[in-house]
Every structure is written in C-alpha cells, then in structure tokens.
C-alpha cells in the first residue's frame, strides 16, 4: 500500500547523483533537477527545482513530475513521459 504523497521526505533526506553528475531527489523523478558538472551541489539542493518539488509535496499538490506506479508514495498512478 502506498503511502500519503504529502509523506513524502525524498526531497529533504535524499538525492541521487549520476556518473554524469545528473541529480534527482530520487529514483522515480521523471526530471532531472541539475548537473554537478554545472552548479555546485548547494546550488542544486537549493535551486528553484528542488524547492517547487519540496513545496508541491508541502502543499499536498501532486507535481508534474513525481511518476506515479513505482514510487512509494501515492502520486495518483499518472505516467509522464
Ligand atoms: S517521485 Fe515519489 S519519492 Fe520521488 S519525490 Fe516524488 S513522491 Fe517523492
């Protein structure tokens, strides 16, 4: 059973960073959210993409980009590709 999207703490505890330097809150974000190779990491943690997700999760608004079935949180089963 999925848990309650506003749950969700990816965006605070969590961050992936690729061999390429592509960094994602998480496995399951369908967007990247910067490249190491480009900012620094506080500029990515920080950076308008990581706080539109952080307040999306806040305002319990699902955004575009949270990709549904394989995440753990209740995203409303909706695919973006
Ligand atoms: S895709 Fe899922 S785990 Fe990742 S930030 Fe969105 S709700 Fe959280």
């Given at each position: 059973m999925k848990k309650p999207?506003?749950?969700?703490?990816y965006p605070w505890d969590n961050v992936q960073v690729l061999a390429d330097g592509t960094v994602r809150p998480?496995?399951?974000?369908?967007?990247?959210?910067?490249?190491l190779k480009e900012s620094t990491f506080e500029e990515v943690w920080n950076g308008s993409e990581m706080q539109d997700l952080r307040q999306s999760i806040l305002n319990n608004e699902i955004h575009?980009?949270?990709?549904?079935?394989?995440?753990?949180?209740?995203?409303?089963?909706k695919v973006d590709q």
């Open positions: 999207y506003s749950e969700c703490r998480c496995c399951w974000f369908g967007k990247d959210v910067g490249n575009s980009k949270c990709s549904g079935k394989p995440c753990p949180f209740d995203t409303g089963d």
